[in-house]
T-cell receptor, first 111, second 109 residues
Framework: DGGITQSPKYLFRKEGQNVTLSCEQN?????MYWYRQDPGQGLRLIYYSQIVNDFQKGDIAEGYSVSREKKESFPLTVTSAQKNPTAFYLCASRGDSYEQYFGPGTRLTVT | AQRVTQPEKLLSVFKGAPVELKCNYSYSGSPELFWYVQYSRQRLQLLLR??SRESIKGFTADLNKGETSFHLKKPFAQEEDSAMYYC???????????FGQGTILTVHP
């Protein structure tokens, strides 16, 4: 099951630590996205990237950072500045159409 | 600003009954609407899009620009339809999607 992968599936961190979530795709898609999924709030866009070496803030970028050094990879760092980091994080990529292809997600728990 | 509203967080029906998941949107431009579905332990995936006007797994959705709605319908629900459903709005630059809050559909036997 290739396409778009995220690792790890579960991640536990202590408060105050930065943590990086991995997202890789082999679909040759230019655009990639990071969402946060919380119960009752749907998916909220954190960051997105249209092309290598370029990315923009989404609706809830505070406390997060990203990089896009390679077309295949779009890692997300959850910093200690993020006040409520415990959530389910979804990565997606998009080709020429509006359809976004999603990864399996990473569940981050910060205690 | 664009917004998607799914008024029902939870929806329960019995097998064989009709089901309608509501979606309303606000957007000043020409919208592209989608329904995404997330089955238990599976990744989020596209169910259907308004532009293709197709029926997937017995589901249909019609874009009503006058009512700014894109409700998802199925005449006879099946237990395997139980899932989380998200309505999503595109049409902006950069291919961004705005998602609704999601509706959990449960189909009882």
């Amino acid at each position: 099951d290739g396409g778009i992968t995220q690792s790890p599936k579960y991640l536990f961190r202590k408060e105050g630590q930065n943590v990086t979530l991995s997202c890789e795709q082999n679909l040759n898609h230019d655009a990639m996205y990071w969402y946060r999924q919380d119960p009752g709030q749907g998916l909220r866009l954190i960051y997105y990237s249209q092309i290598v070496n370029d990315f923009q803030k989404g609706d809830i970028a505070e406390g997060y950072s990203v990089s896009r050094e390679k077309k295949e990879s779009f890692p997300l760092t959850v910093t200690s500045a993020q006040k409520n980091p415990t959530a389910f994080y979804l990565c997606a990529s998009r080709g020429d159409s509006y359809e976004q292809y999603f990864g399996p997600g990473t569940r981050l728990t910060v205690t | 600003a664009q917004r998607v509203t799914q008024p029902e967080k939870l929806l329960s029906v019995f097998k064989g009954a009709p089901v309608e998941l509501k979606c309303n949107y606000s957007y000043s431009g020409s919208p592209e609407l989608f329904w995404y579905v997330q089955y238990s332990r599976q990744r989020l995936q596209l169910l259907l899009r308004h532009i293709s006007r197709e029926s997937i797994k017995g589901f249909t959705a019609d874009l009503n620009k006058g009512e700014t709605s894109f409700h998802l319908k199925k005449p006879f629900a099946q237990e395997e339809d139980s899932a989380m459903y998200y309505c999503a709005l595109g049409g902006t630059s950069y291919g961004k999607l705005t998602f609704g809050q999601g509706t959990i559909l449960t189909v009882h036997p």
